[in-house]
């Protein structure tokens, strides 16, 4: 079963650190096999589904118009490969976030949305609910006095061995 993982790169301005929620839900736009079709998963780690016809689960489940069989994809942890966070020395490098296992379907491209990322700032400041207008955040750190920003923000996924 092929598993690929979301790597993301910004660029951070003044930004300590950003942290995936821990139970983020994760929106990702998946494609069938043949690439026909296409449509968006919503999926997180806590919410599990039991496949028709087997004792496995999975994240997200798919029935693509035509296809018999169900489609789907699982979360899952290579050991030492995905970080829950961006910190500032991550700035402008690709950093993995999230790994995936997939049949029938593969990611296309991640859906960044407020409430997936609590930043803090190198102030000491926590913004929450952050929210990326295309590939980009930026907001006032007061208790610090200077601006502070997310810049570049872009995903690839990677087929992971």
């Given at each position: 079963?092929?598993?690929?993982?979301?790597?993301?790169?910004?660029?951070?301005?003044?930004?300590?650190?950003?942290?995936?929620?821990?139970?983020?839900?994760?929106?990702?736009?998946v494609q069938n096999a043949d690439a026909s079709e296409r449509c968006e998963a919503y999926f997180s780690r806590d919410e599990e589904m039991d496949l028709q016809e087997s004792r496995g689960t999975a994240h997200f489940?798919?029935?693509?118009p035509m296809e018999n069989k169900q489609s789907y994809l699982k979360i899952i942890d290579p050991k030492n490969l995905c970080k829950e966070e961006i910190t500032a020395e991550d700035s402008e490098e690709w950093v993995a976030l999230l790994a995936i296992e997939c049949r029938g379907l593969e990611p296309?491209?991640?859906?960044?949305?407020?409430?997936?990322?609590?930043?803090?700032?190198?102030?000491?400041?926590?913004?929450?609910?952050?929210?990326?207008?295309?590939?980009?955040?930026?907001?006032?750190?007061?208790?610090?006095?200077?601006?502070?920003s997310i810049n570049e923000l872009t995903s690839t996924f990677e087929v992971c061995r």
């Amino acid at each position: 079963m092929p598993k690929f993982v979301l790597k993301v790169k910004a660029t951070l301005e003044n930004i300590a650190s950003m942290r995936v929620e821990p139970n983020n839900q994760w929106a990702v736009v998946v494609q069938n096999a043949d690439a026909s079709e296409r449509c968006e998963a919503y999926f997180s780690r806590d919410e599990e589904m039991d496949l028709q016809e087997s004792r496995g689960t999975a994240h997200f489940i798919k029935k693509w118009p035509m296809e018999n069989k169900q489609s789907y994809l699982k979360i899952i942890d290579p050991k030492n490969l995905c970080k829950e966070e961006i910190t500032a020395e991550d700035s402008e490098e690709w950093v993995a976030l999230l790994a995936i296992e997939c049949r029938g379907l593969e990611p296309v491209a991640w859906l960044p949305k407020p409430g997936d990322f609590t930043v803090t700032t190198t102030g000491g400041s926590v913004f929450q609910e952050v929210e990326f207008d295309d590939g980009i955040w930026a907001e006032y750190d007061a208790e610090a006095d200077e601006p502070v920003s997310i810049n570049e923000l872009t995903s690839t996924f990677e087929v992971c061995r």
